[in-house]
């Protein structure tokens, strides 16, 4: 079979799995993964495409992924810019649910790119308030846990709402996270 070779060379279509595994990463990292599992997901989705783990070298910042896959012949780079942080576990386990399911079924590349689409257009389960509301909460939950009064507790999880929202407004913005 034609497509069991492109996944099975390495450098076969290239610049279109540098594309799908760079989707996953921006995926993930928009969605909150932490960077453990962002590599860990984007070496599993390489190595169902025929790209050896060893092939790979990855460098993440707060709003970059540097891809390349390369050795003593061949050497590709591409980058992503990742704008958009929020919180979103459910398209993280989907996206890790993707990529078990891909390697064990052999998925074509095209079946891969379509179902990252519908996972990355799936609306999010809670809202940014019900978010804000959780996050303070549970910033409140860790001062009562360190020993304050119930005061120190709501005036935490206030604040904390607040830098939540001020946090997703400059995210709105495209104001760097790190300001």
Not at 29 to 35: C, I, K, L, P, V
């Amino acid at each position: 079979n034609d497509h069991q070779l492109v996944l099975q060379t390495p450098y076969a279509e290239i610049e279109h799995k540098m594309n799908l595994l760079l989707d996953t990463g921006q995926l993930l990292m928009e969605s909150g993964a932490d960077t453990k599992r962002i590599v860990r997901d984007m070496i599993r989705a390489a190595a169902y495409m025929g790209i050896p783990w060893e092939k790979i070298r990855m460098h993440m910042t707060y709003t970059t992924i540097m891809l390349n896959i390369g050795d003593e012949d061949h050497s590709y780079t591409n980058f992503r810019k990742c704008r958009n942080h929020g919180i979103n576990m459910s398209a993280i386990l989907a996206v890790s649910e993707l990529s078990w399911r891909a390697m064990e079924q052999k998925y074509v590349l095209d079946a891969y790119a379509a179902e990252l689409a519908i996972i990355k257009g799936t609306v999010r389960h809670y809202s940014p308030l019900i978010t804000s509301l959780g996050a303070g909460f549970a910033c409140g939950g860790f001062c009562k846990l360190f020993g304050c009064d119930w005061i120190a507790f709501f005036l935490t999880a206030l604040c904390a709402c607040l830098g939540f929202w001020v946090r997703r407004i400059c995210n709105e913005w495209g104001i760097n996270g790190y300001a």
